[in-house]
């Protein structure tokens, strides 16, 4: 389109749009690799998922900020941070292959870690209870993905350890 100064009305230059529609679905890889186009473009549409890593790094696992100033320390924080993605990804690949059709992302399986809670009920001390607060769903069905098993609404101790595969507690009587 071309706009006059001063007076005048804008006016649209179709030779400019017949040029440039030559071009409308094409991609331009420009690379110093020395690889075939076949290899750029393979190499292009991965970039997603580096894209992807940067995203769940950045806003789940929140990298940033990193509130550690000495070399190693920084080098620890975005190690762990890396472990967790690394961890946070090989989950995700399970479930996605485990369950199949359901549609499986970063958030929902997040926000089904996030919300699931079991408390300890001390109304009656006697008889210790757990208590489950999250509605079974797709945290239940990631239990069992992964080998444990799905809790109960309420749960005793010996239970609860069972099912979460923790060993027996020893509890030895000291002097106070």
Known sequence: MTIPKGTGSPRINW??????????GYY???????????????????LWQIEDCFRVSKTHLETRPCFV??????????LSCFISLVIEKYMLFMLKRELGKEEITHDKMLESIKTASVVY??????????LR????GLFDRMSTVFGLD??????????????LHLPIAKTLATQT
Do not use: M
């Open 15 to 24: 030779d400019k749009i017949e040029e440039q529609a030559k071009w409308d």
């Open 28 to 46: 331009v890889i420009c690379t110093n690799l020395e690889i075939s186009p076949h290899e750029a473009t393979s190499i292009y549409r991965k």
């Open 69 to 78: 100033w000495t070399d190693p320390h920084i080098y620890g924080h975005f």
């Open 121 to 130: 009920d001390d109304i009656n001390p006697q008889v210790p209870l757990y």
């Open 133 to 136: 607060l999250y509605e079974a």
């Open 150 to 163: 799905a809790l109960n609404r309420v749960e005793t101790p010996s239970s609860l350890r069972r099912k």
